[in-house]
């Protein structure tokens, strides 16, 4: 089956950088856009940004500048760069397919940003 696997996340200072990593098994990320989206209790998902099959990539304004969306199909890895952290940034992060597609969801990575 489908599983998508998050790891990278942590507590880091305001400043700081974390990068997140996704592993996808069951299906091969070639065929979708790819996304990293964000949750903190009590609100709804949010998209902070995706890659295309082609490369392309869109981020939320709250983030440009500061992540970096890349993916390696050869390894059905999607990743996270993340630098100049605020404490804002703190959520569960979790990666899925983009553009209208659902995977099964992935437990997620907790980043806490906090001096």
């Known amino acids: 089956q489908v599983q998508l696997v998050e790891s990278g996340g942590g507590l880091v200072q305001p400043g700081g950088s974390l990068r997140l990593s996704c592993v996808v098994s069951?299906?091969?990320?070639?065929?979708?856009?790819m996304g990293w989206y964000r949750q903190v209790p009590g609100k709804q998902r949010d998209l902070v940004a995706y890659?295309?099959?082609?490369?392309?990539?869109n981020s939320a304004d709250s983030v440009k500048g500061r992540f970096t969306i890349s993916r390696d199909n050869a390894k059905n890895t999607v990743y996270l760069q993340m630098n100049s952290l605020k404490p804002e940034d703190t959520a569960v992060y979790y990666c899925?397919?983009?553009?209208?597609?659902?995977?099964?969801w992935g437990q997620g990575t907790q980043v806490t940003v906090s001096a």
């Open positions: 890659i295309a099959t082609g490369g392309s990539i």
């Open positions: 069951g299906t091969t990320i070639n065929k979708y856009a």
């Open positions: 899925n397919a983009a553009r209208g597609v659902v995977l099964p």
